[in-house]
C-alpha cells in the first residue's frame, strides 16, 4: 500500500487479485469489499455522474482471478483457487477456445466441469486435470499450510525499488 495511490477506482479489484495470489487473504477481501461498494455505497461521492462500470468488470476480475487463481499460461488454464474464510462457495464460468468450463470452488474441493466443447486439459495447482464432456472432475484443496504466503517482514519494499 505505501507505494500506491489506490486513488483510481480500478485499484481496489487488481489490488485484490495481488493480495489474493500472495495469500493475503483478509487484505484480498478488504480490498474486494472496496471493489464492490464503489458505487454500491457510493465510495467516491459521484455515482450521480454514472457508475463505475470498468470498476464492476474488475470485480469480476477480481473473483476470477484472485479468489479463483485463474491464470493463463501460454494458452493452458491453470487455477490456484483459494476461497476466503467464511465463504461456502464461488462458482463461475471460463471460455477458453471452444470449451467453456465451469469452476466450482467449495471450502473442501474445487469441482470442474466441461459443459461445452472438445476435451480439453487444465490445471489445479499445477497438476494436470483431463475435462471430458458432461464430466466433473474433483480435486481437493491444498492445506493452508501448504499454499505460499508471504511473511509480513518480506511485504517491505527493498530500497533499489525507490528511484532518487
Not at 2 to 22: F, K, N, R, W, Y
Not at 112 to 118: E, N, S, V
Not at 144 to 163: G, T, Y
Amino acid at each position: 500500500d505505501p507505494l500506491t495511490t489506490g486513488d483510481s477506482s480500478l485499484s481496489a479489484c487488481i489490488q485484490s487479485v495481488m493480495a489474493a495470489e500472495l495469500g493475503l487473504m483478509s487484505k484480498a477481501c478488504e480490498y474486494f469489499a472496496d471493489a464492490v461498494l464503489v458505487d454500491l455505497v457510493d465510495l467516491a461521492g459521484n455515482v450521480r455522474d454514472g457508475l463505475h462500470i470498468a470498476s464492476a468488470g474488475g470485480v469480476w476480475v477480481a473473483l476470477v482471478y484472485g479468489f479463483g487463481g485463474l491464470r493463463d499460461h501460454w494458452g493452458d488454464l491453470h487455477f490456484q483457487p483459494v476461497i476466503p474464510d467464511g465463504w461456502t462457495r464461488l462458482s463461475f464460468r471460463v471460455r477458453r477456445r471452444n470449451a467453456v468450463i465451469e469452476v466450482d470452488i467449495a471450502d473442501d474441493a474445487v469441482t470442474y466441469r466441461l459443459l461445452d466443447g472438445p476435451p480439453t486439459v487444465i490445471y489445479h495447482w499445477d497438476q494436470p486435470v483431463q475435462l471430458e464432456a458432461g464430466s466433473a472432475e474433483s480435486r481437493p484443496h491444498p492445506s493452508r499450510e501448504d499454499v505460499p504466503r508471504l511473511a509480513p517482514d518480506e511485504l517491505e519494499a527493498p530500497p533499489e525499488m525507490f528511484i532518487a
